[in-house]
Protein backbone atom coordinates (compact mmCIF):
# COMPACT_ATOMS: atom_id res chain seq x y z
CA UNK A 1 0.00 0.00 0.00
CA UNK A 2 1.63 3.14 -1.00
CA UNK A 3 1.39 6.02 1.67
CA UNK A 4 1.91 9.73 1.11
CA UNK A 5 4.68 11.99 3.14
CA UNK A 6 3.49 12.63 6.65
CA UNK A 7 1.39 9.28 6.99
CA UNK A 8 3.70 7.43 9.21
CA UNK A 9 2.17 3.74 10.68
CA UNK A 10 2.67 2.86 13.91
CA UNK A 11 6.04 0.32 13.63
CA UNK A 12 7.82 3.24 11.76
CA UNK A 13 6.53 6.04 14.46
CA UNK A 14 7.92 4.05 16.76
CA UNK A 15 11.25 4.12 15.17
CA UNK A 16 10.91 8.34 15.03
CA UNK A 17 10.65 7.88 18.70
CA UNK A 18 13.74 6.55 18.97
CA UNK A 19 15.65 9.38 16.25
CA UNK A 20 15.37 13.14 16.00
CA UNK A 21 16.87 15.28 12.76
CA UNK A 22 18.83 18.29 15.92
CA UNK A 23 22.41 17.82 15.79
CA UNK A 24 22.52 19.73 18.64
CA UNK A 25 25.55 18.37 20.74
CA UNK A 26 26.65 15.96 18.38
CA UNK A 27 29.39 17.57 16.17
CA UNK A 28 29.55 14.89 14.00
CA UNK A 29 26.09 14.40 13.28
CA UNK A 30 25.99 18.48 12.77
CA UNK A 31 28.80 18.14 10.28
CA UNK A 32 27.42 15.36 8.41
CA UNK A 33 23.59 16.14 8.23
CA UNK A 34 22.67 12.61 9.61
CA UNK A 35 20.15 11.81 12.09
CA UNK A 36 21.14 10.76 15.42
CA UNK A 37 19.73 8.56 18.06
CA UNK A 38 18.44 9.97 21.28
CA UNK A 39 20.98 9.21 24.10
CA UNK A 40 18.60 6.46 25.83
CA UNK A 41 18.84 4.73 22.04
CA UNK A 42 22.37 4.98 21.15
CA UNK A 43 24.48 2.25 21.79
CA UNK A 44 28.03 1.04 20.61
CA UNK A 45 26.85 -2.38 19.50
CA UNK A 46 24.16 -1.81 16.64
CA UNK A 47 23.53 -5.53 16.46
CA UNK A 48 20.63 -4.94 18.99
CA UNK A 49 18.69 -3.02 15.39
CA UNK A 50 18.97 -7.23 14.25
CA UNK A 51 15.91 -8.57 15.51
CA UNK A 52 13.69 -5.35 13.99
CA UNK A 53 15.28 -6.23 10.35
CA UNK A 54 11.87 -7.78 9.70
CA UNK A 55 9.97 -5.06 11.64
CA UNK A 56 12.50 -2.14 9.60
CA UNK A 57 11.42 -3.80 6.02
CA UNK A 58 7.55 -3.98 6.52
CA UNK A 59 7.44 -0.31 7.28
CA UNK A 60 9.76 0.64 4.50
CA UNK A 61 7.04 -1.28 2.17
CA UNK A 62 4.45 0.89 4.37
CA UNK A 63 5.71 4.29 3.85
CA UNK A 64 6.88 4.31 -0.27
CA UNK A 65 5.41 6.98 -2.49
CA UNK A 66 6.29 7.85 -5.49
CA UNK A 67 6.32 11.45 -6.57
CA UNK A 68 4.02 12.40 -9.63
CA UNK A 69 5.44 12.15 -12.68
CA UNK A 70 6.03 15.48 -13.48
CA UNK A 71 8.86 17.69 -13.73
CA UNK A 72 10.84 19.05 -10.55
CA UNK A 73 12.47 22.09 -11.16
CA UNK A 74 16.20 22.29 -9.17
CA UNK A 75 16.03 19.03 -8.51
CA UNK A 76 19.59 17.53 -7.64
CA UNK A 77 20.80 13.75 -6.27
CA UNK A 78 19.94 13.89 -2.55
CA UNK A 79 17.73 16.62 -2.54
CA UNK A 80 15.51 15.45 0.14
CA UNK A 81 18.27 14.23 2.51
CA UNK A 82 17.40 17.03 4.75
CA UNK A 83 13.56 17.43 4.34
CA UNK A 84 12.77 17.72 8.11
CA UNK A 85 8.93 15.58 7.37
CA UNK A 86 8.78 12.71 10.02
CA UNK A 87 8.19 10.28 7.12
CA UNK A 88 11.52 11.57 4.78
CA UNK A 89 13.35 11.19 8.03
CA UNK A 90 12.27 7.72 9.02
CA UNK A 91 13.27 6.60 5.00
CA UNK A 92 16.11 8.44 5.69
CA UNK A 93 16.75 6.25 9.02
CA UNK A 94 15.85 3.00 7.71
CA UNK A 95 17.50 3.33 4.57
CA UNK A 96 20.65 4.38 6.08
CA UNK A 97 20.23 1.22 8.32
CA UNK A 98 20.76 -0.71 5.06
CA UNK A 99 23.44 0.63 4.04
CA UNK A 100 25.56 0.52 7.31
CA UNK A 101 24.10 -2.86 7.12
CA UNK A 102 25.66 -4.05 3.64
CA UNK A 103 22.19 -5.56 3.92
CA UNK A 104 21.02 -7.31 0.54
CA UNK A 105 17.38 -6.29 1.95
CA UNK A 106 14.72 -5.27 -0.95
CA UNK A 107 11.26 -4.10 -0.99
CA UNK A 108 8.58 -3.18 -3.27
CA UNK A 109 7.85 -0.25 -4.51
CA UNK A 110 4.73 1.23 -6.36
CA UNK A 111 5.24 3.52 -9.90
CA UNK A 112 3.71 4.87 -12.36
CA UNK A 113 1.78 3.55 -15.12
CA UNK A 114 0.86 -0.10 -12.98
CA UNK A 115 4.20 -1.01 -12.56
CA UNK A 116 6.16 -2.27 -9.40
CA UNK A 117 9.80 -1.23 -8.47
CA UNK A 118 11.75 -4.03 -6.59
CA UNK A 119 14.32 -1.71 -4.32
CA UNK A 120 17.44 -2.48 -2.92
CA UNK A 121 17.55 -0.63 0.15
CA UNK A 122 21.03 0.84 0.85
CA UNK A 123 21.98 2.00 -2.46
CA UNK A 124 22.23 4.61 -4.79
CA UNK A 125 18.72 4.38 -6.58
CA UNK A 126 16.94 3.37 -3.17
CA UNK A 127 18.49 6.17 -1.64
CA UNK A 128 16.46 8.61 -3.97
CA UNK A 129 13.51 5.93 -5.02
CA UNK A 130 12.57 5.16 -1.87
CA UNK A 131 13.76 8.52 0.58
CA UNK A 132 12.58 11.07 -2.18
CA UNK A 133 10.13 8.89 -4.18
CA UNK A 134 12.00 10.18 -7.29
CA UNK A 135 14.66 9.48 -9.20
CA UNK A 136 16.05 11.81 -12.26
CA UNK A 137 12.68 13.20 -12.01
CA UNK A 138 12.71 15.68 -15.03
CA UNK A 139 14.26 13.12 -17.36
CA UNK A 140 11.71 10.32 -16.61
CA UNK A 141 9.25 13.02 -17.35
CA UNK A 142 10.97 13.76 -20.33
CA UNK A 143 10.33 10.42 -21.21
CA UNK A 144 6.88 9.63 -20.53
CA UNK A 145 6.23 12.76 -22.56
CA UNK A 146 8.21 11.20 -25.21
CA UNK A 147 7.51 8.03 -25.71
CA UNK A 148 4.24 6.65 -27.76
CA UNK A 149 2.68 3.23 -29.02
CA UNK A 150 5.26 1.61 -31.54
CA UNK A 151 8.24 2.93 -30.70
CA UNK A 152 11.63 1.61 -30.13
CA UNK A 153 13.09 2.68 -27.46
CA UNK A 154 17.27 1.72 -25.91
CA UNK A 155 18.29 1.92 -22.70
CA UNK A 156 22.56 2.08 -22.33
CA UNK A 157 23.27 0.79 -18.92
CA UNK A 158 20.15 -0.06 -18.02
CA UNK A 159 20.96 -0.92 -14.00
CA UNK A 160 17.87 -1.54 -12.30
CA UNK A 161 15.54 -0.85 -15.13
CA UNK A 162 13.70 2.32 -13.98
CA UNK A 163 13.97 3.90 -17.32
CA UNK A 164 13.27 0.16 -19.43
CA UNK A 165 10.00 -0.55 -17.19
CA UNK A 166 8.59 3.10 -17.84
CA UNK A 167 9.56 2.64 -21.64
CA UNK A 168 8.04 -0.83 -22.09
CA UNK A 169 5.10 0.76 -20.86
CA UNK A 170 4.82 3.83 -23.00
CA UNK A 171 5.51 1.91 -26.28
CA UNK A 172 3.44 -0.54 -25.78
CA UNK A 173 2.74 -4.35 -26.95
CA UNK A 174 3.12 -2.43 -30.55
CA UNK A 175 6.54 -0.99 -29.81
CA UNK A 176 10.17 -2.45 -28.45
CA UNK A 177 12.44 -1.55 -26.17
CA UNK A 178 15.99 -2.74 -25.83
CA UNK A 179 18.04 -2.86 -22.41
CA UNK A 180 21.75 -3.10 -22.02
CA UNK A 181 23.62 -3.85 -18.93
CA UNK A 182 26.95 -5.25 -18.75
CA UNK A 183 26.90 -5.95 -15.03
CA UNK A 184 25.89 -9.51 -13.71
CA UNK A 185 24.82 -7.80 -10.58
CA UNK A 186 22.34 -4.70 -12.10
CA UNK A 187 21.75 -7.28 -15.05
CA UNK A 188 19.87 -10.03 -12.06
CA UNK A 189 17.77 -6.90 -10.57
CA UNK A 190 16.74 -5.79 -14.50
CA UNK A 191 15.94 -9.40 -15.00
CA UNK A 192 14.10 -9.57 -11.40
CA UNK A 193 11.88 -6.31 -12.03
CA UNK A 194 10.82 -7.71 -15.51
CA UNK A 195 9.47 -10.73 -14.10
CA UNK A 196 7.82 -9.17 -11.52
CA UNK A 197 5.77 -6.47 -14.20
CA UNK A 198 5.51 -9.61 -16.98
CA UNK A 199 6.58 -7.53 -19.57
CA UNK A 200 7.43 -9.05 -22.61
CA UNK A 201 8.43 -6.63 -25.09
CA UNK A 202 11.78 -5.83 -23.63
CA UNK A 203 15.04 -7.49 -24.76
CA UNK A 204 17.56 -7.56 -22.08
CA UNK A 205 21.24 -7.86 -23.35
CA UNK A 206 23.92 -8.21 -20.79
CA UNK A 207 26.16 -6.51 -22.66
CA UNK A 208 28.27 -2.82 -22.82
CA UNK A 209 27.67 -0.76 -25.72
CA UNK A 210 30.99 0.81 -27.41
CA UNK A 211 32.97 1.52 -30.35
CA UNK A 212 34.21 -1.87 -30.86
CA UNK A 213 32.89 -5.90 -31.03
CA UNK A 214 34.85 -7.74 -28.31
CA UNK A 215 35.37 -8.39 -24.90
CA UNK A 216 36.54 -5.68 -21.95
CA UNK A 217 36.80 -5.49 -18.46
CA UNK A 218 34.33 -3.96 -16.30
CA UNK A 219 35.06 -2.48 -13.20
CA UNK A 220 32.05 -2.98 -10.72
CA UNK A 221 31.31 -0.73 -8.14
CA UNK A 222 30.28 -1.66 -4.40
CA UNK A 223 26.89 -2.11 -3.31
CA UNK A 224 26.14 1.04 -2.27
CA UNK A 225 27.16 2.54 -5.52
CA UNK A 226 25.35 -0.16 -7.18
CA UNK A 227 24.95 1.12 -11.05
CA UNK A 228 28.17 3.30 -11.33
CA UNK A 229 30.24 0.46 -13.07
CA UNK A 230 32.36 1.41 -15.38
CA UNK A 231 35.01 0.42 -18.82
CA UNK A 232 37.44 3.09 -17.04
CA UNK A 233 38.57 4.13 -13.51
CA UNK A 234 35.78 5.19 -10.91
CA UNK A 235 35.36 9.12 -10.97
CA UNK A 236 34.99 9.59 -7.36
CA UNK A 237 35.40 7.84 -3.99
CA UNK A 238 33.89 4.71 -5.10
CA UNK A 239 35.17 1.68 -3.88
CA UNK A 240 35.67 -1.49 -6.50
CA UNK A 241 34.45 -4.48 -5.82
CA UNK A 242 35.35 -6.74 -8.63
CA UNK A 243 36.20 -6.95 -12.38
CA UNK A 244 34.00 -8.78 -14.39
CA UNK A 245 34.63 -9.78 -18.49
CA UNK A 246 31.70 -8.16 -20.56
CA UNK A 247 30.70 -8.45 -24.05
CA UNK A 248 30.85 -5.06 -26.08
CA UNK A 249 29.07 -4.77 -29.09
CA UNK A 250 28.89 -1.60 -31.50
CA UNK A 251 25.26 -0.54 -31.88
CA UNK A 252 25.29 -0.17 -35.39
CA UNK A 253 26.66 -3.50 -35.95
CA UNK A 254 23.98 -4.74 -33.70
CA UNK A 255 20.98 -2.97 -35.17
CA UNK A 256 21.87 -4.13 -38.48
CA UNK A 257 22.28 -8.00 -37.49
CA UNK A 258 18.80 -7.62 -35.96
CA UNK A 259 17.68 -5.73 -39.17
CA UNK A 260 15.82 -3.43 -37.09
CA UNK A 261 14.88 0.13 -38.92
CA UNK A 262 13.40 2.15 -36.44
CA UNK A 263 14.80 3.72 -33.16
CA UNK A 264 13.00 6.96 -31.58
CA UNK A 265 15.27 7.41 -28.07
CA UNK A 266 18.32 5.95 -26.52
CA UNK A 267 18.52 6.92 -23.08
CA UNK A 268 23.01 6.92 -22.06
CA UNK A 269 24.26 6.40 -19.16
CA UNK A 270 27.05 4.61 -19.02
CA UNK A 271 29.58 6.19 -16.76
CA UNK A 272 32.29 8.04 -19.13
CA UNK A 273 32.13 5.46 -22.28
CA UNK A 274 28.86 7.72 -23.88
CA UNK A 275 31.87 8.69 -26.60
CA UNK A 276 32.52 5.37 -27.44
CA UNK A 277 28.71 4.23 -27.74
CA UNK A 278 27.81 6.96 -30.19
CA UNK A 279 30.79 6.44 -32.15
CA UNK A 280 29.76 2.67 -32.52
CA UNK A 281 26.33 3.94 -33.39
CA UNK A 282 27.33 6.69 -35.47
CA UNK A 283 25.37 5.46 -38.76
CA UNK A 284 22.42 4.42 -36.66
CA UNK A 285 22.32 7.95 -35.76
CA UNK A 286 22.60 9.63 -39.21
CA UNK A 287 20.21 7.15 -40.90
CA UNK A 288 17.58 7.16 -37.91
CA UNK A 289 17.80 10.27 -35.93
CA UNK A 290 16.95 9.07 -32.93
CA UNK A 291 16.88 11.58 -30.09
CA UNK A 292 19.28 10.91 -27.39
CA UNK A 293 19.21 11.60 -23.71
CA UNK A 294 22.60 11.17 -22.04
CA UNK A 295 25.01 11.59 -19.06
CA UNK A 296 26.97 14.42 -19.05
CA UNK A 297 29.84 14.29 -16.88
CA UNK A 298 33.95 15.28 -17.97
CA UNK A 299 35.28 13.39 -14.98
CA UNK A 300 34.16 10.38 -16.48
CA UNK A 301 34.51 10.77 -20.23
CA UNK A 302 38.28 11.43 -18.92
CA UNK A 303 38.59 8.27 -17.10
CA UNK A 304 38.22 6.43 -19.93
CA UNK A 305 39.91 8.51 -22.55
CA UNK A 306 37.41 11.05 -23.92
CA UNK A 307 36.49 14.68 -23.30
CA UNK A 308 33.02 16.34 -23.67
CA UNK A 309 34.87 18.29 -26.37
CA UNK A 310 34.60 15.08 -28.82
CA UNK A 311 31.12 13.98 -27.56
CA UNK A 312 29.99 17.20 -28.57
CA UNK A 313 31.86 16.91 -31.66
CA UNK A 314 30.23 14.00 -32.83
CA UNK A 315 26.60 15.53 -32.22
CA UNK A 316 27.58 18.12 -34.30
CA UNK A 317 28.65 16.43 -37.15
CA UNK A 318 25.50 14.52 -36.95
CA UNK A 319 23.58 17.84 -36.95
CA UNK A 320 21.77 17.32 -33.61
CA UNK A 321 21.40 20.41 -31.34
CA UNK A 322 22.26 20.53 -27.71
CA UNK A 323 19.69 20.43 -24.79
CA UNK A 324 20.31 20.93 -20.90
CA UNK A 325 16.88 21.12 -18.36
CA UNK A 326 16.47 24.46 -17.01
CA UNK A 327 16.86 24.40 -13.26
CA UNK A 328 13.86 27.18 -13.35
CA UNK A 329 11.28 24.75 -14.87
CA UNK A 330 13.06 21.19 -15.18
CA UNK A 331 12.16 21.29 -18.56
CA UNK A 332 14.45 21.30 -21.97
CA UNK A 333 16.40 24.22 -23.28
CA UNK A 334 18.88 25.44 -25.51
CA UNK A 335 22.07 24.74 -24.10
CA UNK A 336 24.79 27.45 -23.76
CA UNK A 337 28.53 27.49 -25.16
CA UNK A 338 30.18 25.45 -23.20
CA UNK A 339 27.52 23.95 -20.71
CA UNK A 340 28.38 20.45 -20.07
CA UNK A 341 26.98 19.19 -16.90
CA UNK A 342 23.73 16.73 -15.59
CA UNK A 343 22.25 15.27 -17.99
CA UNK A 344 21.28 16.54 -21.64
CA UNK A 345 19.68 15.85 -24.83
CA UNK A 346 21.22 15.67 -28.07
CA UNK A 347 18.40 16.06 -31.15
CA UNK A 348 17.60 16.25 -34.50
CA UNK A 349 15.71 19.79 -35.16
CA UNK A 350 13.38 17.49 -37.03
CA UNK A 351 12.62 15.85 -33.69
CA UNK A 352 10.91 18.82 -32.67
CA UNK A 353 12.04 19.55 -29.04
CA UNK A 354 10.15 22.31 -27.66
CA UNK A 355 12.91 24.34 -25.58
CA UNK A 356 11.84 26.56 -22.54
Not at 116 to 140: R, V
Not at 332 to 338: E, Q
Request: proline letters at 5%; one cysteine or more; charged letters at 20%.
Amino acid sequence: MTKMPGNVLPQAADLSARTTHSTAGNSDSASSGKPVLEPEAQCEDVSIWHPTENILLQAAKDITFARPLTTYPGWLFDIEWDNPDIAFQIRRLIWSYFRDHKSEASIPMKWHHGLELKLWLGNDLSKQLFIAGCYEPNETAFVNCSLKPGMVFVDAGANDGLYTLLASRLVGPSGQVWAFEPSEREFMRLQQNLSLNKISNVRPLRVALADVNGETELAVAEDEHAGQNTLGSFSCAIQSLRKETVSMRRLDDLFSEERLNRLDLIKVDIEGAETRLISGAFKLLRNLRPVVLFEASETALQNTGSSSTQLLDLFRKLGYDIYSFASETGRPIAAKAGEFSGNMIAAPAEAGIVAT
